[in-house]
C-alpha cells in the first residue's frame, strides 16, 4: 500500500531533550515536506526537500533540522525542543514539486514538550 | 505568513444540503489545491487547480477560480455525514517547492 508513515505518533518529552520524528514514503517520491499544525495557523512549511542530500527551509524553520540520506526517509530533528515548538507534525511526499502536484500526508506526530 | 483565508471558518449544515467554501489570496499563483482534513488526522488532497483553469470537478465536488479577484470556492453537493471534516485551500505563493496553507473551514454535516 502506497503511504507515509511517521513515528512516533504521540510524544511527551522535556524542554531540550534532543529527539527525532522519522518519516518514510514507499512511494518513490522525490519530494518530502514537513509541516506543523497550529489552532488557528493552519499548516506552516517547516522544510523542504527535493532530492537526496537536497534540503531548503520552509517558511519556519527555526528550531528544526532535517536531513535526506536516502529517498524515502526524511527525519526532523528537534535539536533542544522548547514549550511553543508543541504541536501537530505533518510530513507529505510528492512525485513532482510540492506546490504544483499531490501531495500525500502521513498521519501526524503529537508533540508536547513540558 | 497565511497566503490563503477560507471562509467561513465554520460552516453547519443538514445532510443534502450543499456546501460552499471560500478561499482568498493575496499574490499571484500558479496553482491553488484544496484538501480534507478529518479531525486529528493526515490531510487527503481533493483537487488541483491551475492559474489558468477557471472550473474544475470532481465527482461532487466543483471548485471554481477567480484569478482577477483572487479568490477559489470548493462545492460540496449533496453532502453526507462523512464529508464532515475540516478543508483547506493551498498555494503556491512563492515557489512551486513550497506550499501555504489557509487556516480552514471546520464543515459539520448534521445527519
Known amino acids: 500500500e502506497a503511504q507515509v508513515t511517521q513515528n512516533p505518533r504521540y510524544l511527551i518529552t522535556v524542554t531540550g531533550k534532543k529527539l527525532t520524528v522519522t518519516c518514510s514514503q514507499n512511494m518513490n517520491h522525490e519530494y518530502m515536506s514537513w509541516y506543523r499544525q497550529d489552532p488557528g495557523l493552519g499548516l506552516r512549511q517547516i522544510y523542504y526537500?527535493?532530492?537526496?542530500?537536497?534540503?531548503d527551509k520552509g517558511d519556519v524553520p527555526e528550531g528544526y533540522k532535517v536531513s535526506r540520506k536516502e529517498k524515502r526517509n526524511f527525519p526532523l530533528i528537534l535539536e533542544s525542543p522548547s514549550p511553543n515548538q508543541t504541536s501537530l507534525y505533518f510530513c507529505a511526499s510528492s512525485p513532482r514539486p510540492t506546490g504544483v502536484d499531490t501531495q500525500y500526508f502521513g498521519p501526524g506526530t503529537r508533540l508536547t514538550v513540558l | 505568513s497565511q497566503q490563503g483565508e477560507e471562509d467561513p471558518q465554520a460552516l453547519s449544515i443538514q445532510e443534502g444540503e450543499n456546501a460552499t467554501m471560500n478561499c482568498s489570496y493575496k499574490t499571484s499563483i500558479n496553482n491553488l489545491q484544496w484538501y480534507r482534513q478529518n479531525s486529528g488526522r493526515g490531510l487527503v488532497h481533493l483537487i488541483l487547480i491551475r492559474s489558468n483553469e477557471r472550473e474544475k470537478h470532481s465527482g461532487r465536488l466543483r471548485v471554481t477560480l477567480d484569478t482577477s479577484k483572487k479568490s477559489s470556492s470548493l462545492l460540496i453537493t449533496a453532502s453526507r455525514a462523512a464529508d464532515t471534516a475540516s478543508y483547506f485551500c493551498a498555494t503556491d505563493k512563492d515557489s512551486s517547492y513550497k506550499l501555504i496553507f489557509g487556516s480552514g473551514t471546520r464543515l459539520l454535516v448534521r445527519p
Open positions: 526537500s527535493m532530492n537526496v542530500e537536497v534540503t
